[in-house]
């Protein structure tokens, strides 16, 4: 069972230069392995076979090469290894319909906050200046005239 946590950023750059340099069908070939469809390790726009190109920088960091069959229970890791040393990764994907979303008895479901249009601030009303009296529309004081 091979472990991941010795991989490096610097072997995993180290793997896809070689793969590079011998193209998909070479690097597979040199190494042993068979194309993965699936998981692909993606570097600056180009996508990678993960197995192989995890199997190889496992080489580079160890000594050892990770074979195939070493990846049934460790893919997770190594595609976490990949992430956390800053790589891309994609994964198959699956058609997964979302369950439906139920409210628990006797919960409310989440208000729409409601929107208030702020207070408009009215004019002072017009007072007559001797008894101080608001004003009529027409502007006279019905007491003083």
Same mark, same amino acid.
């Given at each position: 069972m091979a472990t991941f946590s010795s991989v490096s950023r610097q072997n995993v750059l180290? +793997?896809?230069a070689e793969y590079? *340099? #011998? %193209?998909d069908t070479g690097f597979?070939? $040199?190494? %042993?392995?068979? =194309?993965f469809p699936g998981y692909a390790l993606v570097h600056d726009g180009r996508s990678y076979d993960l197995r192989a190109v995890v199997g190889v920088a496992h080489r580079f960091a160890t000594g050892r090469l990770a074979t195939s069959e070493? /990846? %049934?229970s460790s893919r997770d890791g190594a595609v976490a290894i990949l992430r956390k040393r800053g790589f891309d990764v994609t994964e198959p994907a699956v058609a997964v #319909? =979302? +369950? =439906?979303v139920r409210a628990a008895r006797g919960s409310r479901a989440p208000?729409? =906050? $409601? $929107? #208030? +249009? *702020?207070a408009t601030r009215e004019a002072p009303s017009a007072t007559c200046p001797t008894c /101080?009296?608001?004003l009529p529309a027409t502007g006279i004081c019905d007491?003083?005239?």
């Amino acid at each position: 069972m091979a472990t991941f946590s010795s991989v490096s950023r610097q072997n995993v750059l180290q +793997a896809i230069a070689e793969y590079d *340099s #011998r %193209g998909d069908t070479g690097f597979l070939d $040199v190494y %042993g392995f068979e =194309p993965f469809p699936g998981y692909a390790l993606v570097h600056d726009g180009r996508s990678y076979d993960l197995r192989a190109v995890v199997g190889v920088a496992h080489r580079f960091a160890t000594g050892r090469l990770a074979t195939s069959e070493e /990846f %049934g229970s460790s893919r997770d890791g190594a595609v976490a290894i990949l992430r956390k040393r800053g790589f891309d990764v994609t994964e198959p994907a699956v058609a997964v #319909r =979302p +369950a =439906p979303v139920r409210a628990a008895r006797g919960s409310r479901a989440p208000r729409t =906050p $409601v $929107v #208030r +249009a *702020s207070a408009t601030r009215e004019a002072p009303s017009a007072t007559c200046p001797t008894c /101080f009296m608001t004003l009529p529309a027409t502007g006279i004081c019905d007491e003083c005239g």
